[in-house]
């Protein structure tokens, strides 16, 4: 069974950085796209970002967090990356590494991905 772990969640003030990581295992990690989602206290599972297989490593980002996150993937060791700078209060929320063959843009809650961490949560303070 394919287990996705997050890790890298806290508390950071406003204007500050995490990064996240999504370690995988028991898959083939090269072939799925890999993805963030992010999920706010009363609001539904929204998309942050994707990144396609290697062979293609396309990047998609939720225009919210254009310009300020990054996601990149090192499939030598099964993980993907979120690099989250510029942190603002809006950015609360449970973050989730998910790992999908295809990726279905605005198709909540689960977007067509076919295996989910159990997530990390992300606080910033004004």
């Known amino acids: 069974q394919a287990q996705l772990v997050e890790s890298g969640g806290g508390l950071v003030q406003a204007g500050g950085s995490l990064r996240l990581s999504c370690a995988a295992s028991?898959?083939?990690?090269?072939?799925?796209?890999m993805g963030w989602f992010r999920q706010a206290p009363g609001k539904d599972r929204e998309f942050v970002a994707v990144?396609?297989?290697?062979?293609?490593?396309?990047?998609d980002l939720a225009d919210s967090v254009k310009g300020r996150f990054t996601v990149s993937r090192d499939d030598a060791k099964n993980m993907v990356y979120l690099q989250m700078n510029g942190l603002k209060p809006e950015d609360t929320a449970v973050y989730y590494c998910?790992?999908?063959?295809?990726?279905?843009?605005?198709?909540?809650?689960?977007?067509?991905?076919?295996?989910w961490g159990k997530g990390t949560l992300v606080t910033v303070s004004s």
């Open positions: 990144i396609g297989r290697s062979t293609s490593s396309t990047i």
């Open positions: 998910a790992a999908g063959l295809l990726f279905r843009t605005n198709a909540p809650p689960d977007y067509g991905m076919n295996y």
């Open positions: 028991e898959i083939t990690f090269s072939v799925y796209l």
